[in-house]
Nanobody, 127 residues
Framework: QVQLVESGGGLVQAGGSLRLSCAAS????????MGWFRQAPGKEREFVAA????????NYADFVKGRFTISRDNSKTTMYLQMNSLKPEDTAVYYC????????????????????WGQGTQVTVSS
């Protein structure tokens, strides 16, 4: 049974930091691409960042470049999202996801292209 379990969300003031974790289990993820998405109330789910388990190449949404960093720990099968300089508009439920058949030359950014999802963790940034 594939499981992706997010943790690390919470309430933080604008300008603060949070580190999200996504623990993956239930299958071999070594060839997957793992991604972070977010969904704010009344809005569609949107891509935040993604990383290939093998090689570690990354892709970021423009609105988080320079503020968020995605990483993974292969030994723990855990992915992280370090979020710095948080803004109120970053408030959302953050989800981790796995693309089990990643493309060779690009990292997918559409939610429908990811196969497995976690339950989400709430991030609230106060002004």
């Amino acid at each position: 049974q594939v499981q992706l379990v997010e943790s690390g969300g919470g309430l933080v003031q604008a300008g603060g930091s949070l580190r999200l974790s996504c623990a993956a289990s239930g299958r071999t993820f070594s060839r997957d691409t793992m991604g972070w998405f977010r969904q704010a109330p009344g809005k569609e789910r949107e891509f935040v960042a993604a990383i290939r388990w093998s090689g570690g190449s990354t892709n970021y949404a423009d609105f988080v470049k320079g503020r968020f960093t995605i990483s993974r720990d292969n030994s723990k099968t855990t992915m992280y999202l370090q979020m710095n300089s948080l803004k109120p508009e970053d408030t959302a439920v953050y989800y981790c996801a796995a693309d089990k058949e990643p493309l060779l030359f690009m990292i997918r950014t559409q939610p429908g292209e990811y196969d497995y999802w976690g339950q989400g963790t709430q991030v609230t940034v106060s002004s």
